[in-house]
């Protein structure tokens, strides 16, 4: 049986070629993504030398930093387990909370990170993080996250300003996005969720799933919420 070498060798170069360019395209990629923008324009509650993440309670102290993709399925079952003591600790004011909305997922990413920046500017963007979550879709970039249901969302939530309407139609934030992306690699954040407290990442294996050394980790910076500080000894009172 003859052998045709020519067509072996075409076959290769074909390979070769083929895992040149999705290499070319995976470093284009990263390096658009990784790539701030000088000019984006901001939601009034970031802070650049945050990272670009959306602050709450400025002034206060511990600082919590928490890196999520709206897309990201972890992030939602971090949010489950986590977000309501999350939510209750800075309406309490009880820390320093930095949201930095990441988009490597994809497309519907950067349009839930900007529909949560625009909920900021309404003094909304807690329950639009919720709501996010909670109306994930199951698949990643599915094509259910559209501006008009970014908007219905808001909606659902009491956000039914024009100028909310037109912050998510106009992708206002879009161009911060990118902000948030570039800080984020450049603090070494490769991954989501990932917390941050002072600056140092708190245990991923033992304290991100787990309620209560969660909020044991947050307490030993000085994070505590008095509401949950009454429950717990309301509890340990009935027992």
Same mark, same amino acid.
Request: glycine letters at 6%.
């Given at each position: 049986m003859s052998i045709n070498n020519n067509s072996d060798k075409g076959t290769r170069n074909l390979v070769i070629g083929m895992v040149a360019f999705i290499v070319l395209v995976g470093a284009i990629f990263s390096f658009i993504s990784n790539k701030s923008s000088s000019t984006a324009k901001v939601p009034a509650a970031v802070s650049a030398s945050d990272g670009y993440g959306i602050v709450l309670n400025a002034n206060a102290t511990p600082k919590i930093d !928490? %890196? !999520?993709?709206y897309q990201c399925p972890i992030c939602k079952n971090f949010e489950i387990i986590n977000g309501g003591y999350i939510s209750e600790i800075a309406a309490n004011a009880k820390a320093k909370v $930095? !949201?930095?909305?990441m988009t490597f997922i994809g497309a519907e990413s950067i349009l839930a990170a900007n529909a949560a920046a625009c909920a900021a500017d309404e003094g909304k963007f807690l329950d639009m993080n919720i709501a996010l979550f909670q109306n994930q879709s199951g698949t990643e970039n599915s094509g259910l996250w559209t501006g008009d249901y970014m908007k219905r969302l808001g909606n659902s939530i009491g956000l039914k300003s024009k100028s909310f309407e037109k912050c998510v139609t106009d992708g206002t934030y879009v161009d911060w996005t990118k902000n948030v992306a570039k800080a984020s690699a450049d603090a070494n954040v490769n991954s989501t969720p990932t917390v941050k407290i002072n600056g140092k990442e708190i245990d991923r294996n033992t304290e991100y799933m787990d309620p209560v /050394? %969660? /909020?044991a980790a947050? *307490? *030993?910076?000085?994070? $505590?919420?008095y509401t949950h500080l009454r429950a717990h000894e309301t509890d340990a009172y009935l027992v």
């Open positions: !928490i %890196f !999520i993709d $930095v !949201i930095h909305p /050394k %969660f /909020k947050l *307490a *030993a910076a000085g994070a $505590v919420s």
